[in-house]
């Protein structure tokens, strides 16, 4: 019985880390430019509602390019 199989896998995931590092930078991103433009515009209650939203959106500004290969440019540099 070995109980350290899946921490020798493991280092077959550091392609995985980039990206996931990727998607809160992202997030944050979108979110801080929806409070540039329209942070002082909007009344408070709308900005906080339509905030999870654009986090939401800044995934799928980050999925969009994953499914397209960009996965794969992080795997073939590490």
């Not at 921490?7 to 996931?20: D, E, K, N, T, Y």
């Not at 515009?41 to 799928?60: R, V």
């Not at 980050?62 to 794969?72: H, L, S």
């Amino acid at each position: 019985m070995d109980i350290f199989t899946d921490i020798s896998s493991a280092g077959s995931l550091w392609f995985f880390i980039p990206p996931m590092i990727l998607l809160p930078i992202v997030m944050i991103g979108c979110a801080v430019i929806y409070k540039i433009l329209l942070g002082k515009i909007l009344p408070t209650k709308i900005y906080n509602f339509l905030l999870g939203p654009i986090a939401l959106l800044g995934f799928f500004i980050w999925a969009i390019p994953m499914n397209m290969g960009f996965y794969e440019f992080f795997r073939a540099i590490l």
